[in-house]
C-alpha cells in the first residue's frame, strides 16, 4: 500500500511498474490518445479482537486484493490513478485448507460411520 501512495503523476509505464514491484495485470482501455492498465496490489490489514480496538494494537495482516488503474497519455506518461473496485471481474483467490469444516465433517461423518459399522458387526456376529 505505501509503493501505492509514492506513486506520482507523470511517471512512465517502466517507473510505475517498477514502483509497484508488479507487471500490469490487465488493460481497462486503449485508444490512440490514452491507455488505461490495470495493477493488482494488496493492502494491508489490522487484526484486532474487537474488545482490545486501539489505533496502535493488533497484528498486521495482508489483506485484499485491490485494483488500480493508472491512466497513460500518447507519450506514456501517468495522467490519472485511481483506485477501482469494481473494474475487474476475476478474482484472485488464495487456496487455502479451512480447518473448520474439516473438524465439522470428521465430526459428523465419523459417528456416523462407526455406529454403521458397530450396527453392521452386531448383526453379523449374532447367531
Known amino acids: 500500500m505505501e509503493k501505492v501512495l509514492e506513486l506520482k503523476i507523470g ?6 511498474s517498477q514502483q509497484l514491484n508488479s507487471k500490469p495485470y490487465n488493460f481497462k482501455l486503449l485508444t490512440d490518445t490514452e491507455t488505461i492498465l490495470l495493477y493488482k496490489y494488496r493492502v494491508v490489514d489490522r487484526a484486532v479482537l474487537p474488545f482490545l480496538l486501539k489505533e496502535n494494537n493488533g497484528k498486521t495482516v495482508r489483506g485484499k486484493y485491490a ?36 473438524v465439522t465433517f470428521l465430526t459428523v461423518t465419523l459417528p456416523v460411520v462407526l455406529v454403521f459399522l458397530g450396527i453392521k458387526f452386531a448383526t453379523t456376529t449374532t447367531p
Open 11 to 16: 511517471m512512465t509505464k517502466e517507473e510505475v
Open 67 to 102: 485494483n488500480l488503474l493508472v491512466a497513460y497519455n500518447k507519450s506514456g506518461k501517468a495522467t490519472k490513478i485511481e483506485s477501482c473496485n469494481d473494474c475487474d471481474e476475476t478474482i484472485i483467490e488464495e487456496k487455502k485448507i479451512n480447518i473448520d469444516k474439516i
